[in-house]
T-cell receptor, first 116, second 116 residues
Framework: DTGVSQDPRHKITKRGQNVTFRCDPI?????LYWYRQTLGQGPEFLTY????????KSRLLSDRFSAERPKGSFSTLEIQRTEQGDSAMYLC??????????????FGPGTRLTVT | AQKITQTQPGMFVQEKEAVTLDCTYD???????LFWYKQPSSGEMIFLIY??????QNATEGRYSLNFQKARKSANLVISASQLGDSAMYFC?????????????FGPGTRLSVLP
């Protein structure tokens, strides 16, 4: 399978705990994106990387959220001191990073986070 | 203001019939791209079709076509010969400029149900 993979698929945690999610993009894709999707809504942009550089971070993103992409390959998204409002599906996507290209984003299956 | 509007929360279509899912967008950038994604109950976002703002012809991909009306700022998805497997959430998305970060936004989605 050469698609985008995410781990874990489901995570249940207690409020106040830290959680970390992993995303492995398609190997030749140099752009990687994180989105959050709540029930009945479209995905909401969180952050994106070109290779190992984090180029943008949503203005809405709390400082409890941090993402890394060491060596420009896989990425991790960490949420510290989780709150019930963090419960959502966290989607990762990757794309080719050519300027002016229409290249679509390919999404992984998502990690569903439930904070109790 | 909403960048992407999808006015149909839910749609029903009979198997083998065609269906149109509406999408209107708002941008002042002359260069933009419009995308449609399908999200089955499994949760994975699947890219369907892309239309660039400078493309002269409407995009087509198999049973999917995009009815692009630039002056009206609409980009409706047409699915011909609906199949039971088409039942899913459908999201319209827009990229403004060539930036896939903050300027890549999704609409709220339309849930399509195909009836046997």
């Amino acid at each position: 399978d050469t698609g985008v993979s995410q781990d874990p698929r489901h995570k249940i945690t207690k409020r106040g705990q830290n959680v970390t999610f992993r995303c492995d993009p398609i190997s030749e894709h140099n752009r990687l994106y994180w989105y959050r999707q709540t029930l009945g809504q479209g995905p909401e942009f969180l952050t994106y990387f070109q290779n190992e550089a984090q180029l943008e971070k949503s203005r809405l993103l709390s400082d409890r959220f941090s993402a890394e992409r060491p060596k420009g390959s896989f990425s991790t998204l960490e949420i510290q001191r989780t709150e019930q409002g963090d419960s959502a599906m966290y989607l990762c996507a990757s794309s080719l990073g050519l300027a002016e290209s229409p290249y679509e984003q390919y999404f992984g299956p998502g990690t569903r986070l439930t904070v109790t | 203001a909403q960048k992407i509007t999808q006015t149909q929360p839910g749609m029903f279509v009979q198997e083998k019939e065609a269906v149109t899912l509406d999408c209107t967008y708002d941008t002042s950038d002359p260069s933009y791209g419009l995308f449609w994604y399908k999200q089955p109950s499994s949760g994975e976002m699947i890219f369907l079709i892309y239309q660039g703002s400078y493309d002269q012809q409407n995009a087509t991909e198999g049973r999917y076509s995009l009815n692009f009306q630039k002056a009206r700022k609409s980009a409706n998805l047409v699915i011909s010969a609906s199949q039971l497997g088409d039942s899913a959430m459908y999201f319209c998305a827009m990229r403004e400029g060539d930036n896939y970060g903050q300027n890549f936004v999704f609409g709220p989605g339309t849930r399509l149900s195909v009836l046997p």
